[in-house]
Each structure stands twice: as structure tokens, then as C-alpha cells.
């Protein structure tokens, strides 16, 4: 056998990835911005002047939704000058309405616009809630986008459609069995008395309540959406049963944007027209009853603005879509900021 060989003679290991890796890192690395640089020293026009161009289109596209919403606010005030110089603010507390003697009052529009709207919203808010807690927390995963194209189907269908559904059907209903049921249980309060119709308030309030679930119930199942999982996680494990999980884990986390969508909903229904025309009745009155016919101020420029001959007829129409479209402005500017508060910004809000 041979000797060994001294330990000072024998070959060292390979450790030649360090010298490697340090020839490599002694190389001078190429910057990423400067391929960019490059760029523009070789082509510096061909690429400023779509630059800009872009940049500009942009802008304008930004600047053209401000522009047309302060344009049309100007057209209404500008339109609305004579009314507002000769009845001033009490033409919003007149309950007067007669175009030949020249004496306007919006004050019943106003007031057959908040109480059905307001009727519609205490309608629609429980059936929406419990359609998107059924459709996040409840319903099968195979379902679940089923029910969701079905309720947001509803937001497709035309106002036109449910005036004629409303008419032909709900009016119909509302006469012969919903009425009479209940004048004879609740005629004792007042808001259920006079003769039924089956056309007025409570037609105009449900057709509605059915036009703005679809809005509530798709903010609702957004926001519920955005609740983190692990809040549910950490109220099943404290003990609780189902129903307080999503009463105190999810609903409670959601309130804010839940009420966003509620004020979204209640924007929609403010402005609602050619539906609530067909089935409210159209009279300028005041009643207690939701059984009597009545008016909105949507629906008094969809049925009198053609017909309007004097300058100050026009006026006064003027100032009510004048004070409409204040109202709704408002509305839906608080509704997305609740949303907003709660979805940070990932919810879809749609009018």
C-alpha cells in the first residue's frame, strides 16, 4: 500500500461558487432604468408627443363628469330664476298647486315623494338584508351565483315594465284583497282608511320596495362579503350558534356599509318616475291614508313639464327638479362614503 499523502499536499475541496459568485458580483450590473433611458435619448419625440396626447384625453375625460354636473346645476338654477325670486322659500311650504290662477306650492310633492320613498325603503330593506345574508352565509356554493344573477336581474327589467305589472296586476291585488284586509285590522290608525282604489300610495311604495332590492341586497352581500373571515371564526369559537355568528360577527361588522346601501337604495327610490306615475294616482294632495292617491315631485315633471305654457309654470317645475336633484346629490354622496368607511373602497356601488 502506498503511504498517505501529508495532509498539507492533498487537493483542497471544490469551493470554486464562491470565487464564482464573487467574480460575478465584481462585474458592474446594468440598471433596469437604464434600457428606459436609452429609450429616450434615441426617440425622444415619437414618444413625448403620445404622451401628452394621452395625457391630456385623460384628464378631459376626468374633468367632463365634474363639468357636465355643474352645467346641469346651472341650467336648473338659471331655469328656476323666476320661481325662486317670486315665491322664494315658501314655495317649498305651499300646498297650493293651480296653474291657471298662478299659485304654486311644492309642498305636496315633496311630502308624496319622502313618504313613499320612505314606505318603499321599510318594504325592501328586511327582504334585501336577508337575500344577501342568505346568498354570503347560508346558500349552497353551487347557488349561490345563480340567486345572484336572478336579484340583480331585477335591476335590469325597465321602470315601464313594472308601471304595467303594477296596474295589471298589483293594483288589482292591492283592491280586491290587500286593502279591505287592511282597513278592517288597522283602519283604526288612520293610515289605513277611505275608499280602495288599489292605485295611490301604497301601489306606488311597493312597486318601489321591488325595484330597490336588487340595489340594497347587491351593497349588502358586497359588504358582508368584506368581513374578514376570522371574525367569524373567533365568534363560533367563543361558543356561539349560527345565528348569533352572523348577527353579532357579520351583520354588526357591516352596519355602516349596510346602511350605505340603504341610502344608495333610498336615492333610487327618490328618483324614480315612469313606474310610480303609472300607479300613485297623480293628484296634489296631502292625505294621511296610504290608500290615497297622491304625487312625487319625479312624477309631476314627467306628467306637467309638456304641458307647461307660462314662464312661471316652468319655473316652478324647474326648481322642483331643481331641489330632486339637490336631494339625490346628496343622498348617494353619503351612501358611497358609507360604503366606502366599511369595503375600503373594493365594494361596487351602482345607481
Given amino acids: 500500500m502506498n503511504a498517505p499523502e501529508p495532509l498539507e499536499r492533498l487537493p483542497k475541496p471544490v469551493a470554486s461558487l464562491p470565487s464564482l459568485a ?15 433611458e436609452k429609450i429616450r435619448r434615441t426617440r425622444p419625440r415619437s414618444s413625448r408627443i403620445p404622451d401628452e396626447t394621452f395625457r391630456s384625453i385623460i384628464f378631459l375625460s376626468a ?13 336648473l338654477v338659471d331655469k328656476s330664476r323666476l ?13 297650493d298647486w ?14 308624496g315623494t319622502l313618504v313613499s320613498s320612505f314606505l318603499a325603503l321599510l318594504l325592501a330593506v328586511p327582504m334585501s338584508v336577508g337575500v344577501a345574508v342568505f346568498i354570503t352565509e347560508m346558500c349552497p356554493q353551487g347557488l349561490r351565483a345563480i340567486i345572484s344573477f336572478l336579484v340583480e336581474l331585477l335591476a335590469a327589467i ?10 295589471f296586476v298589483l293594483a288589482p291585488l292591492l283592491r280586491d284583497y290587500v286593502e279591505p284586509f287592511l282597513a278592517k285590522t288597522l283602519g283604526w290608525t288612520g293610515f289605513f282608511d277611505g275608499p280602495a282604489y288599489g292605485i295611490g300610495m301604497l301601489a306606488a311604495a311597493m312597486i318601489m320596495a321591488i325595484m330597490v332590492v336588487p340595489i340594497i341586497a347587491s351593497i349588502t352581500r358586497e359588504v358582508l362579503m368584506a368581513v374578514p373571515q376570522n371574525q367569524r371564526e373567533a365568534v363560533l369559537a367563543l361558543g356561539a350558534t349560527r345565528w348569533e355568528m352572523i348577527r353579532m360577527g357579520v351583520l354588526r361588522n357591516a ?3 349596510i346602511v350605505g346601501g340603504v341610502i344608495l337604495g333610498l336615492g333610487r327610490a327618490l328618483g ?21 292617491p297622491g304625487y312625487t315631485m319625479a312624477s309631476v315633471l314627467a306628467n306637467e313639464f309638456t304641458e307647461a305654457t307660462g314662464d312661471l309654470y316652468l319655473s316652478s317645475l324647474v326648481e322642483i327638479g331643481l331641489a330632486l336633484f339637490l336631494v339625490t346629490l346628496i343622498v348617494n354622496a353619503l351612501a358611497r362614503v358609507l360604503v366606502w368607511s366599511i369595503t375600503g373602497g373594493t365594494a361596487r356601488v351602482s345607481a
Fill in 22 to 36: 464573487k467574480v460575478d458580483t465584481g462585474r458592474p450590473a446594468r440598471r433596469p432604468i437604464a434600457a428606459l
Fill in 63 to 75: 374633468f367632463s363628469v365634474f363639468a357636465i354636473v355643474v352645467l346641469v346645476m346651472w341650467e
Fill in 83 to 95: 320661481s325662486l325670486h317670486q315665491f322664494g322659500i315658501h314655495f317649498f311650504f305651499g300646498s
Fill in 98 to 111: 293651480d296653474p291657471v290662477s298662478g299659485e304654486f306650492g311644492a309642498l305636496p310633492f315633496i311630502y
Fill in 158 to 167: 325597465p321602470s315601464v315594465i313594472y308601471g304595467l305589472w303594477g296596474i
Fill in 255 to 257: 352596519r355602516v356599509g
Fill in 272 to 292: 324614480e318616475t315612469m313606474a310610480v306615475t303609472m300607479v300613485i294616482g297623480n293628484t296634489p294632495q296631502i292625505a294621511k291614508s296610504l290608500f290615497a
